[in-house]
């Protein structure tokens, strides 16, 4: 078994403004999303999600604000999962609700240390 | 209760009292002579109870009798006198005025010390359970082979290299210091859980043993959740998962002794006095730091004394399973959880991660399979139900199964 990264990522400033039951509604799609891979024992971390903004630092104690105006999707959040093949970590990843709203999953083979 | 009942059922509760009290005055190194003497009182209880009937008091009998042999041996054995004698901590007399405390108290006590000398690290954790199993709940060697799917070989060869290991590492049987307590507790708790779900599902048709696995663990637990030190967030949770799950106990079987699922129980047979202790338990498990699997499932076992058959319920419950699952996988939490999902997103959405969760040679993956397609296509259902016949090893759950597939049958024509 091999541990692959999922790194979300989506156009977030630029969402409609959702009610709280829109967003309880896309909670649940994520928490059944990850219970659905656990289930399946291949799910190494449900890792985390980030919060908007933060910094960048650059070479020269150079610092940033972000968002990051050179580039338009954000990463929201990173999970792990673990699969025997790359294959099998996309066919895990097809499921992500993060398509509705126009984002995608990079997918990552991590190289254990 | 009928004294061929009798026999096996105070071997069950009274066993591993006798033996905890004697093997803390003895030490661990000789497990086996307090086994040897508690033996032999059961040994004579059979034969003489058989001859001249039942004693007025069974258990202070059994109590008194192997406080004699106790004092007999030691009266005997010349070089145990020399040698142990010395070591036996709560006397200071010689060994004919030896006092062997039966009280209640004592009995608790010496259980809970050898509960964690039991889970010392020095021994692998299936050797702790299995050790547990033996000396704490009075189990034989078949019984825990049965448990774990294995043999009989394989147990005992397990059972005695924990002795040894034991022995080799002088563990002492004493009152847990706190340090061992945040150290074993975990295998402690593993242990009485495991305890609990050997009675609780076991596929013995045997009901008197079922429930006596049952009451021991959940007797277990109270002596930890009684303890002040012992007394955690997640002993809670176990004791109050423990109460749920009891709860049902009486309206999960007829009087054929066989199973009827949850759907299908008379909820006036829940015992309530139980569903409220799991509550309070469950209250006192809330102090957690954080959330453990036995938090989890005492919540879900909570939803579960929930007579309403709610959106909210099975959405609750699903919830919980996706959490659990994170912490730790199993293959009959996974079905489960997909059965809640069935309950809170459909059917169909439910057979399509059904199918994702690869366990097609355990038999209840293919019940969950035949329930859930059942008036969706009664065909599938039927070849699910029929493959989970095949792989089912218990003649209960090939009952129950049989009658689905004869409903699904007869539904058609």
């Given amino acids: 078994m091999k541990d692959f990264l999922f790194v979300f990522r989506a156009d977030y400033a630029n969402q409609p403004k959702s009610s709280p039951e829109e967003m309880q509604a896309v909670t649940k799609l994520w928490m059944d999303w990850i219970g659905g891979i656990a289930a399946q024992n291949k799910l190494t971390s449900a890792g985390n999600r980030l919060t908007s903004g933060g910094k960048v630092v650059r070479p020269k104690n150079v610092v940033t604000d972000g968002p990051y105006t050179e580039i338009k999707e954000l990463i929201g959040g990173y999970s792990i999962v673990k699969t025997a093949t790359m294959d099998e970590a996309v066919e895990i990843a097809k499921g992500c609700p993060i398509f509705m709203i126009g984002g995608n999953v990079e997918v990552r083979e991590i190289n254990p240390m | 209760m009928e004294q061929k009942e009798l026999i096996p059922h105070l071997f069950r509760t009274e066993y591993r009292k006798i033996i905890a009290v004697l093997c803390k005055l003895f030490g661990i190194e000789h497990i086996e002579i307090a086994e040897d003497i508690v033996s032999d009182t059961f040994l004579a ?11 007025e008091n069974p258990t202070a009998w059994l109590y008194t009798v192997s406080k004699n042999k ?14 142990i004698s010395p070591a036996v901590k709560y006397t200071s007399v010689k060994s004919e005025e030896l006092e062997i405390d039966l009280s209640v108290k004592n009995i608790n006590d010496s259980q809970l010390a050898m509960m964690f000398a039991v889970c010392h690290p020095c021994i692998s954790t299936e050797s702790q ?30 059972i005695n290299r924990a002795k040894e290991k034991l022995q080799i590492e002088k563990v002492k049987i004493e009152q847990p210091a706190l340090t061992e307590i945040n150290d ?8 009485l859980y495991l305890l609990f779900n050997e009675g609780y599902y076991s596929a013995s048709q045997d009901e008197i043993i079922r429930k006596d696995l049952c009451i021991e663990a959940m007797r277990l637990t109270l002596l930890l959740q009684e303890n002040d030190n012992t007394n955690t967030p997640e002993v809670n949770a176990l004791l109050a998962l423990i109460c749920f799950h009891s709860s049902r106990f009486d309206a999960r079987t007829n009087d054929k002794g066989e199973m009827i699922l949850y759907d299908d129980q008379d909820t006036n047979l829940w015992n309530d006095e139980l569903i409220n202790k799991g509550a309070y338990y469950l209250k006192e498990s809330s102090k957690a730091e954080e959330l453990s699997k036995y938090h989890y499932e005492a919540a879900i076992a909570y939803w579960h004394t929930n007579k309403n058959d709610t959106k909210e319920k099975w959405e609750t419950i699903l919830q919980l399973y996706n959490r659990l699952l994170q912490i730790e996988y199993s293959p009959v939490t996974a079905l489960n959880r997909t059965y809640a999902l069935a309950k809170a997103n459909g059917k169909e959405a439910a057979i399509v991660e059904a199918e994702k969760l690869a366990l097609s040679d355990n038999h209840l993956y293919h019940s969950l399979l035949g329930n859930l397609y059942t008036d969706i296509n009664d065909e599938k259902a039927v070849e699910h139900y029929q493959q989970s016949f095949k792989l089912s090893k218990s003649s209960i759950d090939k009952t129950t199964i049989a009658k689905y597939i004869n409903k699904l049958q007869t539904h058609k024509n």
């Fill in chain 2, 184 to 191: 074993r507790l975990a295998t402690v708790l593993t242990t």
């Fill in chain 2, 45 to 55: 209880a059979s034969e003489l109870w058989g001859l001249k009937g039942l004693p």
């Fill in chain 2, 129 to 158: 359970i299995a050790l547990s199993l033996n000396l704490l709940c009075g189990f034989g060697v078949d019984e825990i082979a049965n448990a774990f799917l294995t043999n009989k070989e394989v147990i005992y060869k397990r």
């Fill in chain 2, 70 to 83: 106790t004092k007999d041996y030691l009266k005997r054995n010349a070089l145990f006198v020399q040698k």
